[in-house]
């Protein structure tokens, strides 16, 4: 390594919200000799811990003023920052203006995004933005040729080792890759603030689309072995797998967090103030889903409707896990279980199979709340606003001659909540609030009638039963019968009513269909493609 490759740390700026090992890692540090420069409570707290330190307003002859808010923005301090060192020009103006070179920036920022996601009121986030913290880290990013700068306190670890295989200097390969982590936590900051103050206006122009988070997860891989996968927190807070509690279990997979995701999104759609409710999910497709009286019977329901794809598949619940639930879960082989609480004995029970992963959430995730959907495409990343349509009995339309009675009325907004889950072409059958069968996926919307058909057969030799529970079954079909086709297969397998969004050319022959199959029909006017 050559000696230009190589920055010697003399002084140091430190400046941190949270001052975790700080003491001990400033402490070496000056140690090894370096000049500490602080502000404010991160100078109070080293030299409580004994350690000399130079107050930034010695160095700017400016005393911290506005609360706080004006001490860092001054050129005596951008200007030791920007220096460029083989610059004869910079140089002399580092002189003229008595402006001291800093070799290491140590800042992490106001907490901004733990303040946002607390649920705190715009002005008090507004308190939180930091504003010379991230000018610089950016300073001192942009001239990483000969300023090291650490955005995380375990970043200053790496300089720590460096200096000490180096004889006190910090190399370029690690002051770049300090500097590139640098510019994406700002950038995250500034993305997590954009987010916030979007949240405060009723039309947003969203001219530039900005996400941004720390990594959580460094994922052995994604879907496949071959493709790297990495496992982030957004902006928003809202309870699911990004932050859960992992109470047992191996390390989460690409594929179980995409499940996990998928089944804890469904089962929260069911207040679980009506009833329980349980669903399983396989390949981010709910295979059954069930409400009922008590946790254990929703999810021995839901996993009846298709024991065979149910099988490695992921448990969603929307009330707290008892020892009755976690009997019945293990007793199957089950990935991942993923609920709000659970009690000791169910936690007790389920840690006999140490390989299913257990994740608690706290709270459900609220169906109604705004956020973002996000796709990548060549060149492009595709943004849609998460699919929170619901809809109620009243705001059905009745087209068939015959209207759903109570029992058919509740098993089709069952179906109408669980096809909204399912990928399209979609296809749910429903009786007795549980899934009978579904279809998923497919090209044509007869074909997921024929599939969903073809599962709920399968169960009932599975489980024994006398006929299929597609027989008196509500059906619903997440867009609209483009032909009577669909219609008329659903009622050939005991479909006693469907749902559907309406809309297509041909409504009239759909409906007459349904008449004449003495179906009743009522249209939402709401499309759930999944894709």
Not at 140 to 159: E, F, G, I, P, T
Not at 294 to 302: F, K, L
Not at 364 to 386: C, E, H, N, Y
């Amino acid at each position: 390594m050559s000696d230009t490759d190589l920055v010697v740390i003399k002084r140091a700026l430190i400046s941190v919200s949270d001052k975790s090992g700080l003491a001990e890692r400033a402490g070496t540090l000056a140690q090894a000799g370096v000049e500490l420069i602080s502000t404010g409570g991160t100078l109070q707290a080293l030299r409580d811990a004994g350690l000399e330190a130079r107050d930034v307003s010695e160095v700017t002859g400016y005393p911290e003023m506005m609360d706080g808010r004006v001490k860092t923005l001054h050129p005596r301090v951008h200007g030791g920052l920007l220096a460029r060192r083989e610059r004869e020009d910079d140089l002399a103006a580092m002189e003229a203006h008595a402006i001291p070179g800093i070799d290491l920036l140590v800042v992490n920022l106001y907490p901004f995004e733990e303040t946002a996601r607390s649920g705190a009121g715009i002005e008090a986030c507004i308190e939180k933005i930091d504003v010379g913290g991230p000018a610089m880290i950016r300073a001192a990013a942009k001239n990483h040729r000969h300023v090291a700068v650490c955005v995380d306190m375990r970043d200053l670890d790496k300089v720590l080792e460096a200096m000490a295989r180096h004889e006190g200097a910090a190399p370029l390969s690690l002051r770049r890759h300090l500097a590139a982590k640098a510019f994406a936590r700002t950038a995250a900051y500034d993305s997590a603030i954009a987010c916030r103050m979007e949240a405060e206006i009723d039309k947003p122009a969203r001219s530039w689309f900005t996400l941004g988070g720390p990594r959580l997860q460094k994922l052995r891989y994604g879907e496949n072995p071959h493709q790297d996968a990495t496992l982030y927190a957004a902006p928003e807070a809202r309870p699911g797998v990004a932050s859960a509690r992992q109470v047992q279990g191996k390390e989460l997979s690409y594929n179980n967090i995409a499940d996990a995701d998928a089944a804890f999104e469904l089962v929260s759609e069911f207040d679980p103030g009506d009833s329980a409710a349980a669903v399983i999910i396989k390949h981010a497709n709910p295979c059954g889903a069930a409400q009922a009286d008590n946790p254990a019977s929703a999810y021995e329901r839901a996993f009846a409707a298709d024991p065979v794809s149910a099988f490695g598949g992921i448990a969603a619940f929307n009330r707290s896990l008892d020892a009755a639930t976690a009997d019945a879960i293990s007793r199957n082989f089950t990935e991942v279980v993923i609920a709000p609480d659970a009690e000791d004995a169910a936690l007790d029970i389920l840690s006999g199979k140490k390989n299913v992963r257990v994740l608690l959430t706290g709270a459900l995730a609220d169906p109604d709340a705004a956020g973002w959907m996000l796709k990548s495409v060549a060149g492009g990343l595709l943004v849609q606003a998460r699919d929170t349509g619901r809809v109620s009995a009243s705001q059905l339309k009745v087209v068939t001659q015959r209207a759903p009675d109570e029992d058919e009325m509740a098993d089709l907004l069952f179906a109408w909540r669980l096809v909204k889950h399912v990928k399209s072409n979609a296809i749910v059958f429903a009786r007795d609030q549980r899934s009978a069968g579904i279809g998923m996926g497919q090209t044509s919307r007869v074909e997921a009638v024929r599939l969903a058909v073809r599962k709920a057969e399968d169960a009932a030799k599975e489980n024994g039963w006398d006929e299929p529970r597609t027989k008196g079954s509500a059906c619903a079909s997440d867009a609209f019968f483009p032909f009577p086709d669909g219609v008329l297969e659903a009622a050939a397998a005991g479909a006693r009513c469907i749902i559907q969004p309406g809309g297509s050319v041909r409504d009239a022959e759909v409906i007459a269909a349904a008449d004449e199959a003495g179906l009743a029909m009522v249209f939402t006017g709401m499309r759930h493609f999944r894709h």
